[in-house]
């Protein structure tokens, strides 16, 4: 055999031996403090306004998966809200603005949406009849679901130039919708005020000062329907991209207590229609750590000009106008979505908004079957097992071995998030923990550096076990694409796929169990969840 033929195979054969490439590194744990936390029910989707003709880039991606026009009783929807046991649905997007309530006296008529090419988003007003508002109300109690509406800002108002809208808020229209849900008894956790009139606005605009205004009437307004009411809904506000100086400028005229939560949305990776450069951008850890100062950012700005408010992510959709094929809905997106989930918890982010839960391509549902896409069954685990409390993690690792930790979802134990994006690393990770605990009585604390698996052995009970050598596991969780396709909408769990019961229920989300001593491992271009089921520690109780 020849030297030629040689280095051919040897050149063939390079991609397999890099694959196998294995990198040691070390994470550790500060279980000692919370970092930042955020609520019981942190993961959120939207059901969007759009109607089928909304189309992007020769596609028309929504179908019947507007508020207006969803299939409710579908089963396989049912069950996936369900499946959270109390998943927070934000009711509201582009539209939004144009929707008039048609219950009261109305000063206008109340129609369908239509596409109409001097409109808002290519759009006429539209119209939400209270049948359809009963019907949604009635998902909502089956389900358990968390309910934030977002109400027309518009309404009233009159346009002053392309994107600037001026005049006062009328609530005649959002008091009368309010009052009839009232008097359903319909539970509205949260009432959001426009949609992305922040700043420069996208398609309208209102200016800081008046919006601020309005949003003191909108308060007042609450307080007067609910008045009733012991615990009343929150106000949320602008639901627009952040802008340093409108944001400040809202909390300053609004004043002390008005708004409740500040939300923001989040569309990083650009439009959807860069296919590949989409995937890219996912899986660069530089340009993923980006959005980190829009967040540090907005965190300041709340700490400064109002600490009586909290911090969502109202909507996010990684790649606007709809998200891109065959990637928003692709096993690649959950590298984008559970970064994000992790990013925004350690900056203090309360609630995260996914855009969406059916309709586009960055549905969690597909829109057409409804059918799980991968991102919901990441978005399933981490509601499942990170807990509101978040840990600090210290890492020695290549920044394409991004690591997230907090206490675990209701029980003891720490919960662990690694991201693999290098197509070539498998990560050998040891984890150490800055502090642990003993459930000794007594016991001094341990501040110093330790082995994470000596802190379990130290701080684990086993109900019915005398022997201290008792065999200790951890949970393993481990995520990837069929068939090595990270374009694939399968998304395997432990190797197997995670497809619909027979009957339409999600599947048992069942963890692999480990020996605490095995070493750990991240293959490449994967995700792992790896709980630690009872470890004591200060900051988890």
């Known amino acids: 055999m020849d030297f030629r033929t040689l280095l051919l195979i040897f050149l063939a054969l390079c991609p397999a031996f890099s694959a196998q490439t294995v990198e040691d590194t070390e994470l550790m744990i500060d279980t000692s403090v919370r970092i930042a936390w955020t609520d019981d029910n942190y993961i959120c989707a939207t059901i969007d306004w759009w109607p089928k003709e909304k189309c992007n880039y020769k596609q028309c991606p929504w179908d019947l998966a507007s508020i207006i026009n969803l299939d409710l009783s579908h089963p396989f929807l049912e069950n996936a809200i369900r499946a959270f046991k109390g998943l927070r649905l934000r009711l509201g997007g582009s539209l939004q603005d144009q929707v008039i309530y048609d219950v009261g006296n109305l000063k206008s008529s109340c129609h369908p949406f239509t596409k109409q090419k001097d409109g808002l988003f290519g759009f006429s007003k539209g119209c939400l009849h209270m049948h359809r508002w009963d019907e949604l109300n009635n998902l909502f109690k089956k389900t358990g ?23 006062n808020w009328d609530s005649s229209n959002a008091r009368d919708f309010m009052k009839y849900t009232v008097a359903k008894g319909y539970q509205i956790h949260s009432w959001e005020f426009g949609n992305e009139l922040s700043g420069q606005g996208i398609g309208a605009s209102v200016n800081a000062v008046q919006y601020g205004k309005d949003v003191i009437h909108l308060h007042n307004l609450i307080d007067q329907v609910y008045k009733k009411f012991d615990q009343r809904p929150l106000l949320l506000a602008p639901g627009g991209f952040y802008s340093p100086e409108w944001f400040s400028k809202l909390l300053e005229v609004s004043g002390p207590g008005i708004v409740n939560v500040l939300t923001h949305h989040i569309y990083n990776l650009g439009p959807g229609s860069e296919g590949s450069k989409l995937v890219d951008k996912i899986l660069n850890p530089q340009y993923l750590n980006k959005i980190s100062d829009t967040f540090g950012n907005l965190t300041q700005t709340i700490k400064m000009k109002g ?49 969406t839960l059916i309709g586009g391509n960055y549905g969690l549902l597909d829109t057409s079957t409804f059918v799980p896409n991968p991102d919901y069954y990441s978005a399933l685990l981490w509601h499942r097992l990170m807990g509101k409390e978040v840990l600090h993690i210290s890492s020695k690792a290549s920044p394409y071995l991004r690591s997230y930790a907090h206490c675990t979802k209701d029980r003891a134990g720490v919960t662990l998030l690694l991201i693999n994006l290098s197509n070539q690393i ?27 698996v000596h802190g379990l052995k130290e701080t684990v009970s086993w109900v019915g076990s005398k022997s201290s050598d008792v065999t200790l596991y951890r949970e393993e969780y481990h995520l990837t694409p069929e068939g090595g396709n990270l374009q694939s909408r399968t998304m395997l769990l432990n190797g197997k796929p995670l497809q619909l019961t027979e009957t339409g229920d999600i599947p048992s989300l069942s963890p692999v169990l480990e020996n605490i001593k095995s070493p750990i491992s991240v293959a490449p271009l994967s995700i792992k969840f790896i709980v630690f089921p009872n470890f004591n520690s200060p900051s988890c109780r």
């Open 307 to 355: 600490p009586w408010a909290s911090a969502w992510v109202g909507e996010s959709g990684g790649a606007y106008n709809s998200g891109g094929p065959n990637v928003s809905n692709a096993f690649v997106d959950s590298f984008w979505y559970l970064d994000q989930l992790g990013i925004a918890a350690k900056h203090h982010t309360k609630v995260y908004c996914r855009q």
């Open 145 to 167: 679901a968390l309910v934030t509406f977002g109400l027309n800002a518009l309404y009233g108002r009159r346009r002053i130039n392309r994107h600037a809208w001026g005049g």
């Open 426 to 452: 498998q990560y050998g990770v040891n984890i150490q923990s800055s502090a642990y605990t003993s459930l000794q009585v007594g016991k001094k604390k341990n501040h110093k550096k330790s082995s994470f």
